[in-house]
């Protein structure tokens, strides 16, 4: 289905247009309202040149999607199979298809059976050209995949290469399920401006940074050991110290038995034996132990277990304090070598603190063994274990492992656009050749396409177009409303003669050339539309110029039956600047199956629009005519009110009025122009029959009466020359051919004659024009005169006696 029209370019009136975005898209039934000169038939015209052969794609841009709406497609100024299906009624069609001015024939809707010898030679001919671009084709086609399928694998062989190289970095190159072919296709696609080489050095630092795993932070420890400053000075003491006692005569000799005889004193107390030979116990020699060990000699004791405790907790510490050196192998490569060379350096340190600890302590327990004799030790000064150099290490580390995803993630990325940029080359040959491959094998297949279709034209021996020919008799009686005119099939098997009564018809007239050429455009597109299997999308630009009301109703059923009832046709679109048919469509198309719109749910999606074309300031301050599509009706409330062609008039009227009143410009003025005095007239006869009912169809005497009661109903200007203003105005310039601005018109009088409209309509019936406002939202009082200027009654008597236009009467 076409959606919108993005773009027009050098069709009519439609120069350069956008669509804009404040407008819904198509639907399958699109209603387009235009007075003329709006650009109806620009519009048509540029739909109609959309085929291939036209070339008019080029100027035009199409959104268009499936019936649901979905895969939208811009067309972008080229050709799409889509517009393929476009068929367009318009006079453009009446006048190319057929010649009503000679012999009324129209070309047949089916090719019967009876083949011509020029057409058996142009069979064989194409049969032979469809066989060798078979041929032709079958090897287009194998190329034209080896080169896709080598570009594809071009894209898997990058994707591959850089998940393996990648990988450790993780995220988008964890695995080729993250970074595939279609992934390196899409950057491809893109912009190639971030892409660079590195230079070797680079690329192998990077690489080294993506490939390095990352490390848990360590908790910090120390390395370091040292002792009090005090320890040396109380062992130099304590190991020198020689407390006064008796010494045991028998211990000075057997000094080994000093800590001995110390644990027994206690055993012994209260006892005469010795428990261990057996011997008597005097009390001279119980005294003599006693005194052996002393209170001093107690405090020197008590002294040096303090110190032994303190030195053995030191070697304790001193024992775990590296570790064994396994901690490496959880730092990063290049500080783990630091640390081992740093850890066999404090190995040294605690190896000679070792040495240093050790002797004190035995100098300690030898001195705690008899503590009344002196201890020769010399003792150096306390070396100490400085870690901090492994301390920073860690310290180093962790800080490198909460930077390390940041890192790794720039490495990668460069490392990525190295490898992009080295492929780019290779890349776009293969993309070069697999493209030029591909239109190779298309230019065929459309070739074999087109040669097929022709066969198939010339070839098609089923159906009878005697029952096409009979159907459109009866669709002619019926939308004519008389049986005189009818379809005959010709003896050439290929035209129809239009007969009347019987016999040729002559002198058709322009609604009789409209429905016949409607009829045989509709039966012609469906017949197509089988041959192609492909649903036509319809365009029919004013089926009812012209036509008098019954063939106008006539034509507008046939077209609703055929495009909107059966299910032959995807989509249509009427144009027209008859508002009664405007009209008949807006309430048939409430009258569908589900919702209204385009959220129907039942097939019948619709939109209606209002094309109108304003002037308009474009490039370089130049005033133009634009058109432009609006939503129609404003709102749904006033769809319900404006269904009728007096109703619209007074709208369009009023929308003409607040134009001139926000710009005073010419181009308003003309605008304005383009439209009336017709519309004004429409809307005054039709207030006026329905306030004075006798004068229906009599302007003027209706104008009269009007004008008879204007001061009795208030009025304080000149009545006389308020309706003479308006009767003249309208009478002389109502009921023109043509759109375009008489000259004899003063633009600048329009404005005043739009408010001695309103202004005359608030006086006659002021409840019914203030129900018009209140329609349109408006207040009665932004339409009316605010101030009376005085008439010259005698001059518009004189105006209105000249000489009236066609089918016009006077006072």
Request: with cysteine.
């Amino acid at each position: 289905m076409l959606r919108r029209f993005d773009s027009i370019k050098n069709c009519g009136i439609f120069e350069d247009y956008r669509w804009n975005s404040s407008v819904s898209d198509f639907q399958r039934i699109n209603l387009i309202y235009g007075q003329n000169g709006a650009g109806k038939t620009s519009l048509s015209r540029a739909l109609d040149t959309l085929n291939t052969g036209a070339g008019g794609y080029a100027n035009v841009s199409i959104t268009v999607s499936k019936a649901d709406g979905s895969d939208p497609v811009a067309s972008r100024q080229k050709h799409i199979d889509e517009f393929d299906r476009v068929f367009v009624f318009s006079e453009r069609y009446v006048r190319d298809s057929h010649n009503f001015d000679g012999d009324t024939e129209v070309e047949a809707v089916l090719t019967l059976s009876n083949r011509t010898v020029e057409d058996e030679k142009r069979i064989e001919v194409l049969k032979g050209l469809i066989e060798t671009a078979m041929t032709e084709f079958a090897t287009a086609t194998s190329e034209a995949r080896a080169s896709a399928e080598a570009l594809e694998n071009g894209y898997t062989a990058i994707a591959r290469e850089m998940v393996n190289v990648l990988s450790r970095a993780g995220g988008e190159y964890a695995s080729n399920s993250n970074y595939n072919q279609g992934v390196v296709k899409r950057k491809f696609a893109g912009s190639h401006s971030s892409w660079a080489l590195l230079d070797d050095a680079r690329k192998t630092a990077d690489l080294a940074t993506v490939t390095s795993d990352n490390k848990a932070e360590i908790t910090p420890r120390s390395y370091s050991l040292t002792v009090r400053d005090e320890l040396r000075t109380d062992a130099v003491r304590l190991l020198s110290e020689s407390p006064v006692s008796v010494v045991l005569d028998t211990l000075t000799e057997h000094q080994e038995a000093v800590s001995w005889v110390e644990r027994g004193r206690h055993l012994h107390e209260g006892k005469d034996i010795c428990i261990y030979c057996g011997g008597k116990l005097t009390d001279v020699r119980k005294w003599q132990i006693e005194q052996h060990f002393s209170d001093e000699v107690e405090r020197v004791q008590r002294e040096l277990d303090a110190l032994i405790r303190e030195v053995k907790g030191v070697q304790a510490s001193l024992t775990g304090l590296l570790g064994d050196g396994t901690l490496a192998g959880s730092l990063f490569d290049d500080l783990a070598s630091t640390y081992k060379a740093e850890h066999e350096s404090a190995k040294k340190q605690v190896a000679e603190f070792g040495e240093w600890i050790a002797g004190l302590l035995k100098a300690l327990d030898k001195k705690r063994s008899n503590v009344v004799g002196k201890v020769e030790y010399e003792i150096a000064e306390s070396p100490e274990i400085d870690g901090s150099k492994l301390e920073q290490l860690i310290v180093n580390h962790n800080e490198r492992v909460a930077k390390h995803a940041l890192l790794v993630k720039e490495s990668a990325k460069r490392v990525e656009l190295h490898l992009l940029k080295e492929a780019e080359d290779r890349i776009n040959e293969l993309a070069e050749d697999a493209k030029t491959k591909a239109m190779k094998k298309d230019c065929l297949e459309s070739t074999i396409k087109q040669h097929n279709e022709e066969v198939a034209s010339l070839e098609n021996v089923e159906g009878d177009p005697l029952p096409s020919a009979e159907v459109m008799s009866r669709e002619l009686t019926r939308i004519l409303g008389r049986n005189e005119l009818s379809f005959e099939l010709l003896s050439d098997g290929k035209h129809y003669r239009i007969t009347r009564n019987g016999a040729p018809a002559c002198d058709l007239s322009t609604g009789e050339r409209t429905a016949i050429t409607l009829i045989h455009f509709l039966r012609n597109v469906k017949e197509k539309s089988k041959a192609a299997k492909s649903k036509p999308i319809v365009v029919i630009d004013d089926p009812v110029s012209s036509l008098d009301s019954n063939s106008a109703m006539g034509i507008s059923t046939y077209i609703w039956a055929e495009t909107v009832a059966k299910e032959h046709t995807e989509q249509v679109f009427l144009l027209t600047h008859n508002f009664e048919l405007f009209r008949q469509w807006d309430i048939q198309i409430d009258g569908l199956n589900g919702k209204r719109g385009p959220s129907n749910s039942k097939g019948y999606t619709s939109n209606c629009y209002e094309l109108v074309a304003p002037h308009r300031k474009v490039g370089g301050g130049v005033c133009k005519r634009v058109p432009t599509f609006i939503a129609w009706p404003p709102n749904e409330e006033t769809r319900l009110k404006v269904r009728s062609a007096y109703h619209h008039a007074f709208i369009t009227s009023v929308r003409a009025h607040l134009a001139m009143a926000d710009d005073d410009s010419m181009e308003t003025k003309l605008d304005a122009l383009l439209l009336y005095p017709n519309v004004l007239r429409r809307m005054l006869e039709t207030f006026l029959a329905f306030k004075y009912p006798t004068t229906a169809g009599k302007f003027t005497e209706a104008m009269r009466t009007a004008g008879e009661q204007l001061e009795a109903l208030g009025y304080e200007g000149n009545a006389d020359g308020l309706r003479l203003h308006l009767t003249r105005f309208t009478h002389g310039y109502s009921h023109a051919d043509s759109p375009e601005t008489d000259v004899a018109v003063n633009p600048d009088e329009i404005k005043s004659v739009l408010v001695s409209v309103f202004t005359f309509m608030s006086v006659i019936d002021q409840e019914h024009f203030e129900g018009l406002c209140e329609l349109v939202g408006i207040e009665p009082t932004d339409l009316i005169l605010r101030a009376q200027t005085v008439v010259d009654a005698q001059k518009y008597e004189s105006d209105a006696n000249d000489t009236p236009a066609s089918g016009t009467e006077y006072a």
